[in-house]
């Protein structure tokens, strides 16, 4: 059992939800893509986590990129910015976009859009979490590991100004640290 850092409410998914759930969407990558290689692209840095674990679990041919992007935020004028570019063409690949998690939707769809101007075969949507409550942009995810609440989580890649990336668990945070 963990014992949970200052902040920390409880703990939402365990490590071992969490690793369970990850090798039954690397089957259903797996099966969906038998016979054709995939392309894993994640941005940085919260999708790491879930990238690497995923990957493991894909049984056809597999190559990883990774992006960096100046996410969206409320009351900027809506402005997404690729910071880092993909290193290599995903032209006519079959892409699957990781995310750790997916809320409002606008950062993932100008990233959506970002990859279909490369011209791949397909982009699909594989979210750890899927925070459909928030939604604003419509995002098609194809692949979804939990349906989740509006809470503020932190943990295996989530992170609230860099801490509580490294927990190998989803935690929730009391609403007090939440709000900063």
Known sequence: MHELPPGCRRIALSEEALQSRIAELGAEISA???????????????????????CRHIDVDVALDFMAVAPYVQ?????????????????????ILVED???????????LNFLRSHNPESVEVCA??????????????????????????????????????NLPYIAELEEHVALG
Request: proline share 2%; net charge positive; hydrophobic share 45%.
């Open 75 to 95: 009351g900027a004028g809506g402005v997404v910015r690729v910071t880092k570019d993909l290193d290599d063409s995903v032209a006519g690949a079959r892409v």
């Open 101 to 111: 998690v997916v809320d409002t939707g606008l950062t993932v769809n100008y990233v």
């Open 32 to 54: 969906h893509h038998a016979g054709h290689a995939v392309r894993l692209v994640t941005v940085l840095r919260g999708g790491l986590f879930f990238l690497a674990d995923l």
């Open 128 to 165: 750890l979490l899927d925070k459909h409550a928030r939604r604003i942009a419509p995002v098609p995810v194809t692949y979804t590991g939990f349906k989740m609440s509006d809470r503020f989580l932190v943990g295996y890649g989530l992170d609230l100004a860099g801490r509580y990336r």
